[in-house]
T-cell receptor, first 117, second 111 residues
């Protein structure tokens, strides 16, 4: 159980275009979803936290107008990178948290590799 | 917010040796202390975690120890194998909040 999927697994786009990444919890209801970004040979950096039906909370330094997050249902969150530029090329990973007893474990998606040309 | 330091950044051992990675955190409110393993291009995988009311936990070759007073916890891997080679991250957090990852430790196990 506790499976999280992401789509697409990789995407290549031209500079200036927008890209949408989907994160789905397949077998549980995710009360909260998180979006992380990981540059090569670096750690996972939290971008934002979203609760179903609420506006996302962005970390300092993350542009909310550039990285649009929607969490419209308990099983789906989307991240849209608007007007993408080469510096946005990265590995984007979502995670979802439901409630399992008293431990709020986060379950990670497989990640999306974004390359902006 | 949480400030996480992880040491060493790289660790090379011979197969069969032990490996220890230490994580220091700043937020005294943190009460869950997980360790993740990430292979290249893949998602991080939870390998072991410990809660604040426990000092040590072991799962076969992997163990985690916690010193809450000193605000650090460590990952111990015994009898290392080549398949243990990966990047390991600590991510202390308080229940209900997000994981904040350390910078990672690249473990290389040579046979």
């Amino acid at each position: 159980g506790a499976v999280v999927s992401q789509h697409p697994s990789w995407v290549i786009c031209k500079s200036g275009t927008s890209v949408k990444i989907e994160c789905r919890s397949l077998d549980f209801q995710a009360t909260t979803m998180f979006w992380y970004r990981q540059f090569p040979k670096q750690s996972l950096m939290l971008m934002a936290t979203s609760n179903e039906g609420s506006k996302a909370t962005y970390e300092q330094g993350v542009e909310k107008d550039k990285f649009l997050i929607n969490h419209a249902s308990l099983t789906l969150s989307t991240l849209t990178v608007t007007s993408a530029h080469p510096e946005d090329s990265s590995f984007y990973i979502c995670s979802a948290r439901g409630l399992s007893g008293s431990y709020n474990e986060q379950f990670f998606g497989p990640g999306t590799r974004l390359t902006v040309l | 917010g949480e400030n996480v330091e992880q040491h060493p950044s790289t660790l090379s051992v011979q197969e069969g040796d032990s490996a220890v990675i230490k994580c220091t955190y700043s937020d005294s409110a943190s009460n869950y202390f997980p360790w993740y393993k990430q292979e290249l291009g893949k998602r991080p995988q939870l390998i072991i975690d410990i809660r604040s009311n426990v000092g040590e936990k072991k799962d076969q070759r992997i163990a985690v120890t916690l010193n809450k007073t000193a605000k650090h916890f460590s990952l111990h891997i015994t009898e290392t194998q080549p398949e243990d080679s990966a990047v390991y991250f600590c991510a202390p957090f308080q229940a209900g909040t997000a994981l904040i990852f350390g910078k990672g430790t690249t473990l290389s196990v040579s046979s």
